[in-house]
């Protein structure tokens, strides 16, 4: 045993310096492995086996749900590479369009400058100097927590080759003319000034008031009352909408209402996507500032009028009572006029979400903008029949049905897809004359083939793909697994991956969503710098059970930390009663002991147990299984009864299953595991157990 094995484990030494030993060795590379030939055989004929990590923003700092996905997609790297696979995990990081124009923007207001002030040219020469400085910072918190990522092979979303894909992505969908530009209803951020996409909305309950509105009927004394949440985009309404299905309107559809204010006539029409729940059941269509009411009018050729601009102020369509009034102005100055032309028929509190941008926090405004669109029709075809034909597989399965409902919604169908920013900072659209930029999640779509090399047809691309596994967030699905799916059927007519595994949500212990801001999100580098990496991949995957969102515990980190103090203590004693070197330690010894029999016959349970269970994705079961037959079966048990055995067979039996339960755990806690490994060794052997060979019952 080596002078350091004697001492208490200590993973602040042993960790850094285990990972310092990996990447020396180059197996994080499949280029560097050893391939055996039964690895060809088994896994094709290249042999491999391929992830691509969801690239996190260049932003971002490692969260809880970073290192749970990190750690699952590592356990399944390791074992592969075990297993004999040229097995490839590919990092990078995604340029986050927005968020790094925000933190970029918010440097140079220090100084009392905006972007305009230094212009284009000047300002994405800033964004890439912090870029530079801090773009890596979660790639090196990666490495903390032991991932075997290859990071000769790191990309990002913005590096010249990089951006060649997306160029040839863009021109071949313009070829094609699914590519457009049109006017249509975008989430639009006032002070951001530019779209956004669904993921860059956040929604905050809001206590508000649900207004209820009288719209007179043409040549009637009666009336019809809208509920709205938004009184100011009233003056733009085209219609007042009913469904179809709801008694109470039959006999309206068809008639003229008086637009309140404005003395518009407007129709009243009848639509299925009405619910009748909702304030009255009637409500009021607004074409240029809603998406449902935009979709409507396109289907009911209703006109468009747009009363709030890009500045989030009044348009002169509005009139002339509140041109250029800010949002909030206009609201109070036509409740007022409302009440007195007796038009109000009552007013509710209401509770309700309102759409923020993600970055500033400002509420956001749906309105008519001119943007580039990618027509979705046949690429969501694409992406639909690979779930339903089954070349595509979402573990759990549940999420199949996410997946489907957004590409083939049951009404209204897929909207296109605006795919146009106005920042700076991001893939310029290749169009001459043309400013704008690409919606970040049009080049991550293209990251899985993107980054071996595409659309040169690469040594990289035509060994290691199509990937195996993606490991990512439920929220992300539609946003961009879909449109991984469609890219790679389209560019490479393949499926970019084979399973895909959603991964649990970590929540507050209270089960509410973790919030920096309330105090409740947990920093893993804090965890780690406490109690070690592999502590907290325990901890994280002994949670992760049945599919099932966490909440977190730490007390779980507490109970991983003491697990690799017995299973160091318990390592320490069977090297003291047993000299390793004279032992065949991946082979059983011939077997005469009842109390050694049963061991072996337990170890290979847990084998294949362990096996089915990595397999099938349910990594938490299969840790509690190893957990449960280190520290009870082997430990407890047979290590006790061991102590009155001294003869040959108990010694090398001992090394047996110690050598054997450190390769099964190696892939969820690799850097003790490993480091026991070099004292288990043979003399003069410096093997690894990175690349030892997989357990098989």
């Not at 100055?333 to 509770?351: F, G, H, N, P, Q």
């Not at 390592?571 to 390793?580: A, F, G, I, T």
Request: proline letters at 5%; glycine letters at 6%; hydrophobic letters at 40%.
């Amino acid at each position: 045993m080596s002078a350091d094995f004697t001492k208490p484990y200590d993973p602040r030494t042993v960790e850094p310096e285990i990972y310092k030993k990996w990447e020396k060795s180059g197996y994080f590379n499949p280029d560097n492995l050893p391939q055996p030939a039964a690895a060809k055989a088994k896994a094709g004929e290249a042999g491999t086996f391929t992830i691509a990590l969801p690239p996190p923003n260049v932003t971002g700092s490692l969260h809880l749900g970073h290192a749970l996905n990190a750690t699952i997609q590592d356990i399944l790297i390791r074992k592969k590479r075990m297993e004999g696979y040229r097995a490839l995990w590919i990092p990078g990081t995604d340029h986050a369009g927005i968020a790094t124009q925000n933190i970029v923007e918010k440097e140079l207001k220090k100084d009392g400058k905006t972007r305009h002030d230094l212009g284009r040219e000047k300002f994405l020469e800033r964004a890439w100097e912090w870029k530079e400085k801090y773009g890596n910072i979660i790639l090196d918190q990666l490495k903390k927590l032991g991932s075997s990522c290859d990071w000769s092979r790191t990309r990002f979303t913005m590096d010249p080759e990089y951006a060649k894909a997306v160029e040839t992505a863009f021109l071949h969908y313009h070829k094609k003319g699914w590519i457009y530009q049109g006017k249509r209803v975008i989430n639009w951020c006032t002070r951001c000034r530019t779209s956004l996409s669904d993921l860059e909305v956040e929604y905050k309950p809001e206590k508000g008031k649900l207004w209820y509105i009288k719209y007179p009927l043409k040549d009637s004394s009666e009336f019809v009352i809208v509920a709205t949440v938004r009184p100011e985009t009233m003056l733009g309404d085209s219609a007042v909408a009913v469904n179809p299905k709801d008694a109470r309107y039959k006999n309206l559809i068809g008639k003229i209402a008086i637009l309140p204010i404005q003395e518009r006539e407007i129709p009243i029409i009848a639509d299925p996507r009405i619910e009748t729940e909702f304030g009255t059941g009637a409500v009021k269509v607004t074409p240029a500032h809603d998406i449902l009411d935009e979709a409507i009018a396109m289907d009911n050729n209703l006109i468009s009028y747009q009363v709030i601009g890009e500045d989030g102020k009044m348009t002169e369509e509005a009139g002339e009572k509140f041109q250029g009034l800010k949002v909030k102005e206009a609201r109070e100055k036509i409740v007022a006029l409302l009440e007195s032309l007796d038009l109000l028929e009552k007013t509710e509190d209401y509770e309700h979400n309102v759409a923020l941008c993600y970055r500033c926090g400002t509420m956001l405004e749906p309105l008519r903008s001119k943007q580039w669109f990618l027509k979705m029709a046949e690429l969501a075809k694409l992406a639909i029949a690979d779930v339903k034909s089954g070349k595509v597989k979402f573990h759990p399965a549940r999420w199949e049905k996410i997946y489907l409902e957004w590409l083939d919604p049951p009404v209204g169908g897929l909207r296109d897809w605006c795919v146009s920013r106005q920042i700076w900072w991001g893939h310029k659209i290749p169009i001459d004359g043309v400013d704008d930029v690409l919606d970040t999640w049009f080049s991550s779509a293209l990251w899985p083939f993107a980054t071996l090399g595409w659309p040169s047809q690469t040594a990289d691309l035509k060994t290691f793909y199509p990937t195996q596994i993606l490991s990512t967030a439920r929220d992300i699905i539609n946003l961009w697994v879909a449109r991984m799916v469609f890219s790679s059927e389209e560019f490479l007519g393949k499926a970019p991956f084979l399973d895909v595994i959603i991964h649990a949500t970590i929540l507050a212990k209270s089960g509410a969503r973790m919030s920096k801001s309330l105090g409740t999100g947990v920093d893993p580098m804090t965890l780690i710098e406490k109690y070690g990496a592999d502590a907290t991949r325990f901890g994280l995957i002994w949670q992760a059970m049945g599919g099932q969102d966490i909440k977190w515990s730490e007390e779980h980190v507490v109970a991983g930390k003491k697990f690799l103090n017995k299973l160091w203590n318990a390592s320490r004693y069977v090297l003291s009663r047993s000299d390793s070197s004279d032992c065949e330690i991946s082979k059983p010894p011939d077997l005469k002991s009842e109390s050694n029999k049963k061991i072996i016959a337990s170890l290979e349970k847990t084998e294949k147990e362990v096996n089915e269970l990595i397999d099938s994705y349910d990594f938490g079961q299969a840790l509690h299984i190893l957990y449960d037959f280190f520290w009870h079966e082997f430990c407890d048990k047979h290590l006790e009864e061991s102590k009155s055995d001294s003869s040959e067979e108990t010694k090398k039996t001992l090394i047996f299953v110690l050598s054997t339960s450190l390769k099964l755990l190696h892939p969820f806690i690799p850097h003790i595991t490993e480091k026991i490994w070099e004292n288990l060794s043979r003399s003069g052997d410096q093997g690894y157990l990175i690349i030892e060979r997989w357990p098989k019952a």
